[in-house]
């Protein structure tokens, strides 16, 4: 079983549509969460931490449900520009710090 | 500022060359990190750096070698790499090696095996 796992999608939603995406993960020593976006050809850009209490920045929720082992990331009203892959990215716990990446999810925001 | 370079951004190399990547971020960060990505791929974690020391070898083979000479600096040294070690090299940064921070990544270095 991978450690953390993403739906790679593509999700292709229209401009103003919400859309979420899921993210679970299989170490419950774990400790922190992040959500990352990449666009094509480009590096991965730090988009927010996830907190436990779940944390918004604008358009944009993030959610950490630590019983079912996973986090959310909701995007409201999507732009065009929102298009990209979304990469969780889990910090293993346990006394290792290693960063452990999940796939990506591919979201495609047309007209 | 948040901003890792490195450089080159490009770089073609044949098996039997030796190169170096080179990365640099001013932030005050001590843990550095070197990670390889595939096309469609997430990166892959290949070492850590912690307050200078490797910290994290994530059964990289020999032919990489790292290297960090200071707190600043992070450079990824290559020889006899074979054509399937051609992608996206990252280079990302943390404040400190502990479990609740944020890497920034610099913009990649595009390596080409011939």
């Known amino acids: 079983r991978k450690e953390v796992e993403q739906d790679p999608g593509p999700f292709n939603v229209p401009e103003g549509a919400t859309v979420a995406f899921n993210c679970t993960y299989s170490?419950?020593?774990?400790?922190?969460f992040f959500w990352y976006r990449q666009d094509c050809r480009k590096e991965p850009k730090l988009l927010m931490s996830v907190y436990s209490s779940g944390n918004e920045d604008g358009r944009f929720t993030a959610q950490l449900n630590r019983a079912s082992q996973y986090i959310s990331l909701l995007i409201r009203d999507s732009k065009l520009s929102d298009s990209a892959t979304y990469l969780c990215v889990v910090n293993q716990g346990g006394g290792s710090y290693i960063p452990t990446f999940g796939r990506g999810t591919s979201l495609i925001v047309h007209p | 500022d948040t901003e890792v370079t490195q450089t080159p951004k490009h770089l073609v190399m044949g098996m039997t060359n030796k190169k170096s990547l080179k990365c640099e971020q001013h932030?005050?960060?001590?843990?550095m990190y070197w990670y390889k990505q595939k096309a469609k791929k997430p990166p892959e974690l290949m070492f850590v750096y912690s307050y200078e020391k490797l910290s994290i070898n994530e059964s990289v083979p020999s032919r990489f070698s790292p290297e960090c000479p200071n707190s600043s600096l992070l450079n990824l040294h290559l020889h006899a790499l074979q054509p399937e070690d051609s992608a996206l090299y990252l280079c990302a940064s943390s404040q400190t090696p502990g479990q609740s921070r944020e890497q920034y990544f610099g913009p990649g270095t595009r390596l080409t095996v011939t």
């Open positions: 932030m005050g960060h001590r843990a």
């Open positions: 170490n419950s020593a774990s400790q922190s």
